[in-house]
T-cell receptor, first 108, second 114 residues
């Protein structure tokens, strides 16, 4: 079958670093994407890993290990505005399949 | 450049009524996707189009749901008749053919069926 697993909720303090893990099972895999969604808003693209390794975009980094069917999103120097839900999604051809999302709460 | 446009932003209707959701993708994007988001089921792909042609509608829950894309700048998702369990946020997204990893989402339509 096809599935993605990520923690439902994570809490961290402002200025800290947080890692959101994602494991997946799929028969076809092109890469792993990460999306951010604020309450009441639309998902917005953050990062993509098509190859193993680390991709860095400002305070956000994403990692992929195909052999372990595992990836993570790393958020550094957390800010209050980072409080949102974060979704991993795998690309299988033209479609994205989303995980259930991780709700990140950043506390002062 | 304007993003993906959806209308209406909110819709409240009574069970049994027909509902039509509308989407205008970003100009130049050849792929259009319809998603539904609920607390219970998360973000689910309903159907997607490529160059106005439906490619995969396996996510459409049942025959009450239908989607069309008459031209490159317009798509509709219709529910007839609507039921309370259809209450959800419906997102439209689009992407370019050559940038397969990034989809651009519209603001969504929050549908409430009473």
């Amino acid at each position: 079958g096809q599935s993605l697993e990520q923690p439902s909720e994570v809490t961290a303090v402002e200025g800290a670093i947080v890692q959101i893990n994602c494991t997946y099972q799929t028969s076809g895999f092109y890469g792993l994407s990460w999306y951010q969604q604020h309450d009441g808003g639309a998902p917005t693209f953050l990062s993509y890993n098509g190859l193993d390794g680390l991709e860095e975009t400002g305070r956000f980094s994403s990692f992929l290990s195909r052999s372990d069917s595992y990836g993570y999103l790393l958020l550094q120097e957390l800010q209050m505005k980072d409080s949102a839900s974060y979704f991993c999604a795998y690309n299988a051809g033209n479609m994205l399949t989303f995980g259930g999302g991780t709700r990140l709460m950043v506390k002062p | 450049d304007a993003g993906v446009i959806q209308s209406p932003r909110h819709e409240v209707t009574e069970m049994g009524q027909e509902v039509t959701l509308r989407c205008k993708p970003i100009s130049g994007h050849d792929y259009l996707f319809w998603y539904r988001q609920t607390m219970m089921r998360g973000l689910e792909l309903l159907i997607y189009f490529n160059n106005n042609v439906p490619i995969d509608d396996s996510g459409m829950p049942e025959d009450r749901f239908s989607a069309k894309m008459p031209n490159a700048s317009f798509s509709t998702l219709k529910i007839q008749p609507s039921e309370p369990r259809d209450s959800a946020v419906y997102f439209c997204a689009s992407r370019r053919t050559d940038v397969y990893n990034e989809q651009f989402f519209g603001p969504g339509t929050r549908l409430t069926v009473l």
